[in-house]
Each structure stands twice: as structure tokens, then as C-alpha cells.
């Protein structure tokens, strides 16, 4: 295969973005149809929610391949290399299963409009799944969940992880809508676990949970977990006990996350998937999910976190102000125009001292003219730098070694800062 077949792939595949966001499950329908329904040959974990869905996704395609599993991973967006998207036992796909597999997409009828970028890179993933004779597939959501491409598999188990207002314009405009829309994956006798806390958001899942029979497993009710040191804590869950657990992930918030993972796990074993506590321990501690407060450097100390929105940015913020405190902090940020940008900005500068606005290169990106004029009443010591990995480096030339920098804002803009770290190598940390 020609490097100019993958990019030419790759072209037309970024060229389907003109097409926007659509929500709907016929022309997705009609794809896998004519691959001969591909996502019917293997089974699924199904998870929606806001915040949570890449880790947990990513936990558990690592404790099922530490059971002896073949297992496929669907995350979206990726930071370098949309290879990144479709994983099978931990690995992105390759360069030519990228272009075999949108070749067999692109072969087949469609429906009545072209499809979008997300609808055929679904259709991909599954495809190579199927190709490749995965077990099992872990599949994180697009956006919502009953509308949302993904929303065509019959899963052995549903993952709701925590709602908060986004995309109000797809999705609805309350946590309840918005909770009804990514409930929407919930399947007949399908078991449901959880992490929403909101009232209504509970209401929701409980009812339709209800008229679909199936099983809600619930945080804080069902099952429930306690820390025990930064990434160390024990689990008490609906059939298992499991103590001395260790998530490699950084972050409070990762432990809640395990709390999640580990109650899928048990819904598996309930239904017949054999997985031990050893596999679990062991997938918890290799799972690797980058962007997510990624350390990359020590001095001076470098993290990446996407915090692409607000319950993300608080998160992060909590994380630097526990772990950072009294430490010089750099925020190189830049954040899309759909999201909830000067509350997010407000939280992200809260631990730091200085800032360097950017912008990725996605056209969501919001225009840093704009970020200045918000980030002028919050912080006095700010700097605009077009380009990410430009920002990154300038960034790094003028911070002591004892002194931090964090890239966060978006994903994209992680992306853009991981592909300019792993062009630079270690040359970029010369200061």
C-alpha cells in the first residue's frame, strides 16, 4: 500500500466533516447492511455520558484482553493519527486496514445523503472488528446515544457514566433531556451501570431502565468504592468485594472512574464472561489513556489533560491545586466555540499565574481575540500564540525547571501538543 493511498484516505475521509453533525441510525443502518452486519459477530460494551467514557472504555478493553479476549476499542476524537479511533488489543489499526476498510464502506449503498464523518468511521470500526474477529468491542458513544451512529449493537452490558449540559443544541436543553438522549443505548434485559448523581438524571435511567427490563446497577447505591492513597482504593459491589485495587490512571476522579469500570466487569462475569479480580487489577494498572492528565515531563513538570469541558476543567483544576500548590503554573489553552468557554476558562486559570492562548486547527476552534478579552479579567500575565506546538515551545523557553506547564482546553489542542512533543523528542525539554 502507497503512503499517498492513506493520506488520499484520510483527505476524503476529513473532507466528510462539510456534512456536520447528524443524528439518526438510517443511513448507519443501511451501511452495515451491506457489510453483511458486521456488528453482529462480536460483543459489546455500549458507553455513554459526559465525562469518563474514554477511561472507562479504555479499562475495560484492557482488563478483557488481560482475560484472554480479543477485543476491539471505538474511541473518539484521536490526538495524532485517526488510526487511533479503532484499536484492536491495544494497538491502532494499520495504515492499510484504514484504507481496506473505507474502501469496503465507501463500496456499499448508503441511503439518500452522503454519510458524515462519524457515521462512516463507525461503520469502519466496525467493519474491521468484525474483519478482524474481535470478541468483544468496547464502544464509547459520539454524541448522545439513542440517535448516535454507534447506537446499532446489542451490547452485553450499558455504561451511562455522569451527565451535564452539552451540546443543548442536539441533545436538549436539561439534564433530563440530555439524560434521556444518551439513556437512549439502554437495551432489553441489558444491564445498565451508572455514576449520575442529578435527581432527574436518576429518574430517567430508573424509567427507562424499567420499561426496557433491565437491571440498573447504580454508584453510591449498588455498589461504591473508598481510596486508599492517590490512585489506591477498595470496592464493594453488588456481587464482589474487591480491596487493594490500583487504577494507573492520576486523578481522583479516575478512582470513581474504576468504580464504574469495576461494575461492568461484574455485570460481564453475571452474564458469563470470565474475568478474574487478577485481570482486573492487572488491566487497571496498564490501562493507558492519553490527554488525560498526562504527565510527559518532570522538570519541568508538563501535563496534558484535554478538559474540554466544564466538569472536566474542574476536575483539572482540583488536580493542580491538590497536587501543584505554590508551583509556578503556565496554562496553554485554547478552547471550541460549543463549549461553555469563560467558565471553563475561569476554572482552568484558578491554580496559575500565567497564560498562553492558542487556537487548534479544527474550524470549532474559538478565535484566542476572544479568549483574551474573557481571560483579562481573570488573570494579568497573558500571552497569544497561534499555533499549539508554537505555543507549547515558547512555553517550555520560559519556565524554570521547577516550574509546571499545562496544555488543556481540548482534546484538539492536546493533539496538536503531543504531535509537536513527538516531533521535537526530548530536544523540546533542553531549557
Same mark, same amino acid.
Given at each position: 500500500?502507497?503512503?499517498?493511498?492513506?493520506?488520499?484516505?484520510?483527505?476524503?475521509?476529513?473532507?466528510?466533516?462539510?456534512?456536520?453533525?447528524?443524528?439518526?441510525?438510517?443511513?448507519?443502518?443501511?451501511?452495515?447492511?451491506?457489510?453483511?452486519?458486521?456488528?453482529?459477530?462480536?460483543?459489546?460494551?455500549?458507553?455513554?455520558?459526559?465525562?469518563?467514557?474514554?477511561?472507562?472504555?479504555?479499562?475495560?478493553?484492557?482488563?478483557?484482553?488481560?482475560?484472554?479476549?480479543?477485543?476491539?476499542?471505538?474511541?473518539?476524537?484521536?490526538?495524532?493519527?485517526?488510526?487511533?479511533?479503532?484499536?484492536?488489543?491495544?494497538?491502532?489499526?494499520?495504515?492499510?486496514?484504514?484504507?481496506?476498510?473505507?474502501?469496503?464502506?465507501?463500496?456499499?449503498?448508503?441511503?439518500?445523503?452522503?454519510?458524515?464523518? @462519524?457515521?462512516?468511521?463507525?461503520?469502519?470500526? @466496525?467493519?474491521?472488528?468484525?474483519?478482524?474477529?474481535?470478541?468483544?468491542?468496547?464502544?464509547?458513544?459520539?454524541?448522545?446515544?439513542?440517535?448516535?451512529?454507534?447506537?446499532?449493537?446489542?451490547?452485553?452490558?450499558?455504561?451511562?457514566?455522569?451527565?451535564?449540559?452539552?451540546?443543548?443544541?442536539?441533545?436538549?436543553?436539561?439534564?433530563?433531556?440530555?439524560?434521556?438522549?444518551?439513556?437512549?443505548?439502554?437495551?432489553?434485559?441489558?444491564?445498565?451501570?451508572?455514576?449520575?448523581?442529578?435527581?432527574?438524571?436518576?429518574?430517567?435511567?430508573?424509567?427507562?431502565?424499567?420499561?426496557?427490563?433491565?437491571?440498573?446497577?447504580?454508584?453510591?447505591?449498588? @455498589?461504591?468504592?473508598?481510596?486508599?492513597?492517590?490512585?489506591?482504593?477498595?470496592?464493594?459491589?453488588?456481587?464482589?468485594?474487591?480491596?487493594?485495587?490500583?487504577?494507573?490512571?492520576?486523578?481522583?476522579?479516575?478512582?470513581?472512574?474504576?468504580?464504574?469500570?469495576?461494575?461492568?466487569?461484574?455485570?460481564?462475569?453475571?452474564?458469563?464472561?470470565?474475568?478474574?479480580?487478577?485481570?482486573?487489577?492487572?488491566?487497571?494498572?496498564?490501562?493507558?489513556?492519553?490527554?488525560?492528565?498526562?504527565?510527559?515531563?518532570?522538570?519541568? @513538570?508538563?501535563?496534558?489533560?484535554?478538559?474540554?469541558?466544564?466538569?472536566?476543567?474542574?476536575?483539572?483544576?482540583?488536580?493542580?491545586?491538590?497536587?501543584?500548590?505554590?508551583?509556578?503554573?503556565?496554562?496553554?489553552?485554547?478552547?471550541?466555540?460549543?463549549?461553555?468557554?469563560?467558565?471553563?476558562?475561569?476554572?482552568?486559570?484558578?491554580?496559575?499565574?500565567?497564560?498562553?492562548?492558542?487556537?487548534?486547527?479544527?474550524?470549532?476552534?474559538?478565535?484566542?481575540?476572544?479568549?483574551?478579552?474573557?481571560?483579562?479579567?481573570?488573570?494579568?500575565?497573558?500571552?497569544?500564540?497561534?499555533?499549539?506546538?508554537?505555543?507549547?515551545?515558547?512555553?517550555?523557553?520560559?519556565?524554570?525547571?521547577?516550574?509546571?506547564?499545562?496544555?488543556?482546553?481540548?482534546?484538539?489542542?492536546?493533539?496538536?501538543?503531543?504531535?509537536?512533543?513527538?516531533?521535537?523528542?526530548?530536544?523540546?525539554?533542553?531549557?
Amino acid at each position: 500500500m502507497s503512503t499517498n493511498a492513506y493520506r488520499e484516505c484520510l483527505d476524503a475521509m476529513f473532507g466528510m466533516r462539510r456534512f456536520g453533525i447528524i443524528l439518526g441510525l438510517d443511513i448507519i443502518g443501511n451501511i452495515l447492511e451491506g457489510l453483511g452486519n458486521p456488528q453482529d459477530t462480536f460483543r459489546a460494551v455500549h458507553i455513554a455520558g459526559t465525562n469518563g467514557k474514554g477511561s472507562i472504555a479504555s479499562a475495560l478493553a484492557t482488563i478483557l484482553q488481560q482475560a484472554g479476549y480479543r477485543v476491539g476499542l471505538y474511541t473518539s476524537p484521536h490526538l495524532i493519527k485517526f488510526n487511533e479511533r479503532i484499536c484492536v488489543n491495544s494497538l491502532p489499526i494499520a495504515d492499510e486496514d484504514v484504507v481496506a476498510s473505507w474502501e469496503a464502506v465507501k463500496a456499499v449503498h448508503h441511503g439518500d445523503r452522503e454519510p458524515t464523518f @462519524f457515521e462512516f468511521s463507525t461503520a469502519m470500526a @466496525f467493519h474491521e472488528f468484525g474483519r478482524q474477529g474481535v470478541d468483544y468491542a468496547v464502544i464509547e458513544t459520539g454524541m448522545g446515544g439513542r440517535m448516535d451512529a454507534t447506537n446499532v449493537v446489542s451490547p452485553d452490558a450499558t455504561v451511562i457514566t455522569n451527565i451535564s449540559l452539552e451540546h443543548k443544541n442536539y441533545l436538549g436543553g436539561t439534564i433530563a433531556a440530555i439524560t434521556g438522549e444518551k439513556a437512549g443505548i439502554i437495551k432489553p434485559g441489558v444491564p445498565v451501570v451508572t455514576g449520575v448523581t442529578q435527581k432527574a438524571a436518576k429518574e430517567v435511567v430508573e424509567t427507562l431502565a424499567a420499561e426496557n427490563s433491565a437491571p440498573v446497577y447504580l454508584k453510591g447505591r449498588d @455498589f461504591r468504592v473508598r481510596r486508599n492513597g492517590q490512585n489506591k482504593f477498595s470496592y464493594w459491589g453488588f456481587e464482589h468485594t474487591w480491596t487493594g485495587m490500583q487504577t494507573g490512571l492520576i486523578g481522583s476522579h479516575q478512582v470513581e472512574n474504576a468504580s464504574l469500570t469495576l461494575a461492568t466487569c461484574e455485570a460481564l462475569i453475571h452474564g458469563g464472561a470470565e474475568i478474574s479480580r487478577e485481570n482486573i487489577q492487572a488491566g487497571l494498572i496498564l490501562n493507558n489513556w492519553p490527554g488525560r492528565l498526562e504527565v510527559v515531563s518532570q522538570k519541568p @513538570f508538563v501535563i496534558l489533560d484535554g478538559a474540554h469541558n466544564l466538569m472536566a476543567a474542574r476536575s483539572l483544576s482540583r488536580f493542580l491545586q491538590d497536587n501543584l500548590a505554590g508551583r509556578p503554573i503556565t496554562m496553554v489553552a485554547g478552547i471550541l466555540d460549543d463549549k461553555p468557554y469563560e467558565a471553563i476558562l475561569k476554572d482552568l486559570l484558578a491554580p496559575c499565574e500565567r497564560l498562553i492562548i492558542t487556537r487548534p486547527k479544527i474550524d470549532r476552534s474559538l478565535p484566542t481575540a476572544i479568549l483574551r478579552e474573557v481571560a483579562a479579567s481573570l488573570i494579568a500575565d497573558i500571552e497569544v500564540i497561534e499555533d499549539v506546538g508554537d505555543a507549547l515551545r515558547h512555553a517550555l523557553a520560559t519556565v524554570k525547571p521547577d516550574d509546571a506547564v499545562c496544555v488543556a482546553g481540548s482534546l484538539y489542542v492536546v493533539g496538536e501538543a503531543k504531535a509537536a512533543l513527538e516531533k521535537a523528542g526530548d530536544s523540546l525539554f533542553q531549557i
